[in-house]
């Protein structure tokens, strides 16, 4: 063979065998039960789930979907099983029948944040995370993913709308029974507050206790027959998963999971959310949850 073609022959070769990885067969299933594209690079198949369908402004500038709404779920290989971790951009419309279609396939929901201010319509991201068979992972995530751009938008913006909660009597007394714990009266707002006096956190040797932010809440206005709720649970990676069940199986609209802490250990993961109803009702979804967290409340 003459030099030059050896030499152009010795060039292809690494061309050739790092342009692209073949994609697992288990992986090209995944893509045809989802109907969605994606790619098979260092390992990971990546699935795309761009929000083309909405078009967002952010402070009055129309921005393309790639500019911070384009969502995705991935898997890779584990140790006996995949792995599937992903960041699925909401309406916030969509935002809880997704996350009640998630945890009711047995998947995890471990963050759910905004990632800007003065965008319309408000967009949310929601991390999810699971293991096990390619094939499994797809069947369980796909009545999530079939929801995205298929929840009904509300017909009027939030500050239109209208509601019969005003100022009225609470029975505090059956609030405070029902979630086992007394609160505190605020004006309006009656407000119930639950330490974890079962983390023993610490940070630079001072201990981080309730009054440091450490605690459940849940603070109620309006009145008996006629309620919201807003509040926020302390919770350890463990119990995020039952909690976020235990809110949605009760109606109670998740609004954020983020820290609110960082260098302690265990780490404290945070839950906002917001209800409204009858507000025993309330209590008793909120009871729901603090019975998942921690020393439990006495009945």
């Known amino acids: 063979m003459p030099q030059a073609l050896l030499v152009l022959a010795l060039l292809l070769i690494p061309v050739s065998n790092t342009a692209a990885q073949e994609m697992p067969a288990e992986y090209k299933g995944v893509l045809d039960a989802l109907a969605r594209p994606g790619d098979f690079k260092d390992g990971v198949l990546k699935v795309n789930i761009p929000r083309n369908d909405v078009k967002v402004t952010v402070a009055g500038v129309a921005t393309p979907t790639p500019f911070g709404f384009g969502g995705w779920i991935a898997l890779t290989k584990g140790d006996g099983m995949d792995v599937m971790m992903g960041d699925l951009v909401l309406t916030q419309d969509e935002v809880n029948p997704v996350m009640s279609a998630v945890l009711a396939q047995g998947l995890d929901v471990t963050a759910l944040h905004n990632h800007f ?3 319309s319509p408000r967009m949310f991201y929601m ?3 699971g293991h096990g068979a390619a094939a499994d992972l797809a069947k369980r995530i796909k009545p999530a993913l079939d929801l995205i751009g298929k929840v009904t938008v509300r017909s ?11 100022a009225g009597t609470l029975d505090t007394a059956k609030l405070a029974s029902i979630i086992g714990t007394a609160g505190e009266q605020n004006g309006q707002v009656y407000k119930i507050t639950i330490g974890r006096p079962d983390l ?9 206790n309730a009054r440091m932010g450490l ?4 603070a109620f206005f309006g009145s008996d027959g006629a309620a919201v709720v807003a509040g926020d649970v302390a919770m350890i990676d463990t119990e995020v998963t039952p909690v ?3 809110l949605r199986e009760h109606g109670i609209e998740v609004v954020a999971i983020h820290h609110h802490m960082t260098g302690t250990q265990p780490t404290v993961i945070f839950l906002h ?7 025993d009702k309330l209590a008793a979804a909120v009871r729901a949850a603090v019975d998942l967290t921690g020393p439990r409340p006495p009945r």
């Open 117 to 119: 201010f003065w965008e």
């Open 127 to 129: 991390h999810v995370h």
């Open 156 to 166: 009027e913006p939030a500050t239109t709308m209208t509601s019969t909660v005003t």
């Open 200 to 208: 023993k956190l610490r940070e630079m040797g001072a201990s981080i």
């Open 215 to 218: 605690n459940t809440w849940a």
């Open 244 to 246: 976020l069940k235990a």
């Open 273 to 279: 959310y917001w209800g409204q109803g009858p507000a």
